[in-house]
């Protein structure tokens, strides 16, 4: 395959959520990555399968394409669907995209156990007056 056209996202995004099976997640990947930036609609189409893939589960092997994949898909102008990617990620308890999301949107993710955390210190070490 060349580039991913709407025939080729169709059975792509079908097998997604089944790639695990038989550990071919990493050669899926690989293959993602490969494909990324073959056209102007390549970002758009990997990220959606991309996310179609995480609705089952969380691949993190090899995580130097994932890595590519989710800069590819800032530097091209997805940058929705890469955030979400790395929320995905980070919620699950994966770190490894955080530098990058960080670096995009200059701001750390708080996974949700660290922010009631937060909250909770918060809540508890402030004076009357909000200090």
Not at 40 to 47: A, D, H, R
Not at 69 to 83: F, R, T
Not at 85 to 102: A, H
Request: aromatic share 14%.
């Amino acid at each position: 395959m060349l580039k991913i056209d709407e025939e080729n996202f169709n059975w792509l995004i079908a097998c997604a959520p089944h790639v695990h099976i038989n550990f071919n997640s990493p050669f899926f990947i690989e293959y993602l990555d490969n494909l990324k930036n073959k056209d102007s609609n390549s970002p758009k189409y990997v990220g959606k399968i991309f996310l179609k893939m995480l609705k089952s589960f969380t691949p993190d092997y090899d995580q130097k394409h994932i890595r590519s994949i989710v800069e590819h898909l800032y530097n091209s102008g997805q940058k929705a669907i890469a955030d979400k990617i790395c929320n995905i990620y980070d919620s699950r308890g994966y770190e490894f995209l955080r530098d990058i999301y960080e670096k995009i949107n200059d701001k750390s993710i708080i996974p949700l156990k660290n922010a009631i955390n937060y909250v909770h210190f918060k809540k508890y070490t402030l004076d009357e007056k909000g200090r």
